[in-house]
């Protein structure tokens, strides 16, 4: 079945440490994008990429980092420096946004203890 | 700075009803617009799209309107179900990125 994998669904951190979330998609989509959701919050833009090696930032990019080495694969780093990381995070990817829509995945919950 | 405003507070309707959802925007000119459902827990899934040259889409029970002289998309579900009763976001297109209403629950009691 053609879809988009994040990996871990769950995902406990402690102050100080950063933690990488994996997305993987066997749509042949050459876009991907992350986004956070926060409780009442709508999705917030973190970082998106168009095309392999190539990605930009978005609205909430600080405190975060990607790399788009393969084109089925883009993981999200989040750093210590993100000041408030506890939150739903959800990977998505599409063909060009204007002819179609974003496929998501089933989201990882990251928990700052 | 743009805006998305969806109705934060639950929409509770009868079964059988239609479900009206609001999606208003402002300092935007989106060139589309599209609609999604949240479980909780779960990603968002795409329901529909609607350009800005077009005033309506309709797709089995569900019916998306988009007036950009006003700033709104109307969201409706006919014949509403219990099973219907989830998150709906709308979510407005530029270029190459999406940006998202907070989004409204909708709740179908039976």
């Known amino acids: 079945d053609g879809g988009i994998t994040q990996s871990p669904k769950y995902l406990f951190r402690k102050e100080g440490q950063n933690v990488t979330l994996s997305c993987e998609q066997n749509?042949?989509?050459?876009?991907m994008y992350w986004y956070r959701q926060d409780p009442g919050q709508g999705l917030r833009l973190i970082y998106y990429s168009q095309i392999v090696n190539d990605f930009q930032k978005g609205d909430i990019a600080e405190g975060y980092s990607v790399s788009r080495e393969k084109k089925e694969s883009f993981p999200l780093t989040v750093t210590s420096a993100q000041k408030n990381p506890t939150a739903f995070y959800l990977c998505?990817?599409?063909?060009?946004?204007?002819?179609?829509?974003?496929?998501f995945g089933e989201g990882s919950r990251l928990t700052v203890l | 700075s743009q805006k998305i405003e969806q109705n934060s507070e639950a929409l509770n309707i009868q079964e059988g009803k239609t479900a009206t959802l609001t999606c208003n925007y402002t300092?935007?000119?989106?060139?589309?617009l599209q609609w999604y459902r949240q479980d909780p827990g779960r990603g968002p899934v795409f329901l529909l799209l609607i350009r800005e040259n077009e005033k309506e889409k309709r797709k089995e029970r569900l019916k998306v309107t988009f007036d950009t002289t006003l700033k709104q998309s109307l969201f409706h579900i006919t014949a509403s179900q219990p099973a219907d009763s989830a998150t709906y976001l709308c979510?407005?297109?530029?270029?190459?990125?999406?940006?998202f209403g907070k989004g409204t629950m909708l709740l179908v009691s039976p």
């Open positions: 300092n935007y000119s989106p060139a589309y």
């Open positions: 998505a990817s599409s063909i060009p946004l204007a002819a179609g829509e974003l496929f």
């Open positions: 749509l042949n989509h050459d876009a």
């Open positions: 979510a407005l297109g530029g270029y190459s990125t999406l940006t």
